[in-house]
């Protein structure tokens, strides 16, 4: 029975060996993990340190304080148009525009659609990569801002060929200028619409 033994000492050996392996395709699915996690951390480092230098219109985007930018620039309340007054009669007109980011989408490296929200009026704003006058860089602050962050926007307004549908403003901001004044907690544990509802909820409980 010498046979018997032999082959018996081989198969735990094997399924020794399957279980090892188990193991390093474990370990290289934790290691691929951490590389994409890494990977994805060091994106956003190197997009938040793109510096300066490296473009020619950094001046034209950033995270700015509020006091910091009303020292830099004396802001006369007239020159502000308010989200609901946005239409057709400004075409090919500058504005400077403030509201809430309500909805961000990258599309690609070159190009993101914010959507900004002022009293319950919403825009859309195409923030567009061009040479001398949007970097990608911008683009890629704009696709990072969080959420209910306020921002300024200077840009020119333009009609879409197709009607908009995520916004109550019938015309869109080229985006020129993009500045963060009031950033946002990344993500909101609960999004606008349930805290709205749970406020008038909370008001017929009270009645």
Not at 3 to 32: D, I, N, V
Not at 156 to 178: F, H, Y
């Amino acid at each position: 029975g010498k046979t018997m033994s032999s082959s018996e000492s081989q198969e735990p050996a094997l399924s020794t060996e399957a279980q090892s392996k188990k193991a390093a395709k474990k370990e290289a699915a934790k290691l691929e993990k951490l590389r994409r996690k890494q990977e994805v951390a060091a994106a956003a480092t190197a997009a938040s340190n793109l510096s300066v230098e490296d473009d020619p219109l950094a001046a034209n985007y950033g995270h700015i304080p509020l006091i910091e930018l009303q020292s830099k620039t004396p802001v006369n309340v007239n020159d502000w148009t308010r989200v609901e007054a946005l239409n057709d009669s400004l075409e090919n007109k500058p504005v400077l525009i403030r509201g809430r980011a309500q909805a961000i989408r990258p599309v690609g490296k070159k190009m993101a659609f914010l959507v900004i929200r002022e009293n319950g009026f919403t825009v859309q704003c195409l923030v567009q990569a061009q040479p001398d006058l949007v970097s990608p860089q911008m683009v890629k602050f704009a696709a990072a801002l969080s959420r209910e962050s306020i921002v300024d926007v200077e840009g020119v307004v333009s009609i879409p060929a197709a009607p908009i549908k995520g916004a109550t403003q019938q015309v869109e901001i080229q985006v020129r200028k993009l500045y963060c004044v009031s950033k946002a907690v990344p993500t909101l544990p609960i999004n606008i619409e349930d805290a709205a509802r749970s406020e008038v909820e909370i008001e017929k409980a009270i009645q």
